[in-house]
T-cell receptor, first 111, second 112 residues
């Protein structure tokens, strides 16, 4: 079982729609959770982090965390073609010694 | 504020050679993390340095090694290069890993 699991996609949504990206993790002791965006050929860029159960909103982005279900999600409202990228979910492992990344979900936003 | 800088951008080596990759963290960040991203794969944790010491390493053979200098910059060395070592090597720094990393632009290593 992978420690951080994501659907590889691609996920295709029309411009202006809500894109929903999901992630599950296996380590119940994981403390903080992250969403990074990676454009093709570029390095990952931090979008949001969350460590408490519930929702956290930042502009068009909302991260959701459910520790009981070991589930993290990212909602992108009013999706734009510029949001087309690979989205990486990550979790700080128990003990805080390393951050584990999922393989990423490719998102395509169609104009 | 300068971000995380990595050099070189691209590196081409022959199988069996050694490669040295360099990273300078954001000013004030004492921790440096190295990740490998092979084509089509996720980021695999390599090494974590903090205050000049290796704090943790991932599931990579000992031919992957590195160090951190007193100015917190870091070097990743890969000995006895194999074709499978071809990947994007990313360095990141952070004040507190619980709030995330800032990545450098990476070094693309190609082993031929």
């Amino acid at each position: 079982q992978k420690e951080v699991e994501q659907n590889s996609g691609p996920l295709s949504v029309p411009e202006g729609a809500i894109a929903s990206l999901n992630c599950t993790y296996s380590d119940r002791g994981s403390q903080s959770f992250f969403w990074y965006r990676q454009y093709s050929g570029k390095s990952p860029e931090l979008i949001m982090f969350i460590y408490s159960n519930g929702d956290k909103e930042d502009g068009r982005f909302t991260a959701q965390l459910n520790k009981a279900s070991q589930y993290v999600s990212l909602l992108i409202r009013d999706s734009q073609p510029s949001d087309s990228a690979t989205y990486l979910c990550a979790a700080v492992h128990t003990g805080g010694f390393k951050t584990i990344f999922g393989a990423g979900t490719r998102l395509f936003v169609k104009a | 504020e300068a971000g995380v800088t990595q050099s070189p951008t691209h590196l081409i080596k022959t199988r069996g050679q050694q490669a040295t990759l360099r990273c300078s963290p954001i000013s004030g960040h004492t921790s440096v993390y190295w990740y490998q991203q092979a084509l089509g794969l996720g980021l695999q944790f390599l090494l974590w340095y903090d205050e000049g010491e290796e704090r943790n390493r991932g599931n990579f053979p000992p031919r992957f090694s590195g160090r951190q200098f007193p100015n917190y910059s870091s070097e990743l060395n890969v000995n006895a290069l194999e074709l499978e070592d071809s990947a994007l090597y990313l360095c990141a720094s952070s004040l507190d890993r619980r709030v995330g990393y800032t990545f450098g632009s990476g070094t693309r290593l190609t082993v031929v």
